[in-house]
Each structure stands twice: as C-alpha cells, then as structure tokens.
C-alpha cells in the first residue's frame, strides 16, 4: 500500500541553525501539507502546497518557514533559524484530486521530531 | 473563524463495551468534512473515518461510526467493542472547502481496560 515516508524520523540540532525535513508523498497525488505537533498537545496546521505553490497557511508558518518540491517527488520544510519552540513532531501529508478539489482524506507520514537545543 | 472542541481529555472504557467521544465544531462554510484520526503511543496519524457535510446518512467503518449531527454542529465518534489496541489519543478534524487545511480539536486520550 503506498504510503508518505518521512525522513529523518529524528533530528537534534542546536538553536540558530537550519533544518530541513523531507517529505516523499504518495505518488499520484497533488496536495500536500506540513502539519506539527508539540509534545502532548493538538495537531497545528502549518501550510497547504498545490500546483507548485503554498495554497494556505498558519501564522505559525512564519519567514522562517520554507516549502519546496525541488524535483517531483519530495517535498521538503526548511526551518532557516531554529528557535527552543519548534522542537516537535512535524508530519508530512498528502491527499489526492477528486472532483471537489482535494480529496478529504489525508494521508501522514509517520513524521520527524525535531528537538532543539 | 473555523474550529474544533473536543472537551474530553481523557476516557475509560471497559473491554468490549462501546464509547463515545465528543467532538463539536463551528464554521460558516456550508461544504466541509469531518474526521477522526487516531494516534497510538507511536505517534504516527491514522485515518479512522471521513464525513462530508452534505452526506445524508452517518459514516460507518468497521467498529467506527460518526454520529453527524448538523445541526447541532456534533461529529461524534462511536467505538463499538473496544479492544486494548484501541487506547490512543483520537483526534476529531475539519476541513475546509477546497481542501488546503485541516484543522485538529485538541484529542481525547482513550483508556481501554481489560
């Protein structure tokens, strides 16, 4: 069954420097999101990308914050300047097209905590 | 401004039985979907069940149902026979029109006792 994979699962950085998260999506879908969770607390949305470019995003989703697919098949969130706060876990999702736009189902990668120092 | 209440943090149920977890929301949107998605200890997200605001009838899958209450802005989620694999957080979610975002409720942390 095809899936989201997300890599790393893991990564410890210090404050300050940048990081970046990837992402492969389920191959034939369109929309993609980038969501976070802080350690015991909901799920925050953080940015919709389709047709190559952000569709929605949070206030979260900061000029630190970047999206990219660099080459159609990742989907990669920078974080230029990690700060203490964005330690969480970051999930990947896609969903595919479906005569109403996207499709409602969302389908997570098993995502990547982020721990910062 | 769209959002979720769930506002029960925690639940027991015993093995078996069946449980109900709240979930209210509010939008102006008249097209949106509802979800439910559960998280075990191992933190990945996984997709229970899906109701779209003009369905007629409520959604069903397996062991899971929604108890879509338009009216009263309700998307309860019904767990019939629960089983130890089933304590997890549950995390109740809307989407809006278009389909760019999704927003979460705050969960509910479920208990299944043997």
């Known amino acids: 069954e095809p899936e989201v994979t997300q890599t790393p699962s893991h990564q410890v950085t210090q404050m300050g420097q940048e990081v970046i998260l990837r992402c492969v999506p389920i191959s034939n879908h369109l929309y993609f999101y980038w969501y976070r969770q802080i350690l015991g607390q909901k799920v925050e949305f953080l940015v919709s990308f389709y047709n190559n470019e952000i569709s929605e995003k949070s206030e979260i989703f900061d000029d630190q914050f970047s999206v990219e697919r660099p080459d159609g098949s990742n989907f990669t969130l920078k974080i230029r300047s990690t700060k203490l706060e964005d330690s969480a876990m970051y999930f990947c999702?896609?969903?595919?097209?479906?005569?109403?736009?996207?499709?409602?189902?969302?389908?997570f990668g098993e995502g990547s905590r982020l721990t910062v120092l | 401004a769209q959002k979720i209440t769930q506002t029960q943090p925690g639940m027991f149920v015993q093995e078996k039985e069946a449980v109900t977890l709240d979930c209210t929301y509010d939008t102006s949107d008249p097209s949106y979907g509802l979800f439910w998605y559960k998280q075990p200890s191992s933190g990945e997200m996984i997709f229970l069940i899906y109701?779209?605001?003009?369905?007629?009838q409520n959604a069903t899958e397996g062991r899971y149902s929604l108890n879509f209450q338009k009216a009263r802005k309700s998307a309860n989620l019904v767990i019939s026979a629960s089983q130890l694999g089933d304590s997890a957080m549950y995390f109740c979610?809307?989407?809006?029109?278009?389909?760019?975002?999704?927003?979460f409720g705050a969960g509910t942390r479920l208990f299944v006792k043997a």
């Open positions: 979610a809307m989407i809006n029109t278009g389909g760019f975002k999704t927003i």
């Open positions: 109701q779209g605001s003009y369905d007629q």
């Open positions: 999702a896609s969903s595919a097209d479906s005569q109403r736009g996207a499709s409602f189902e969302l389908f």
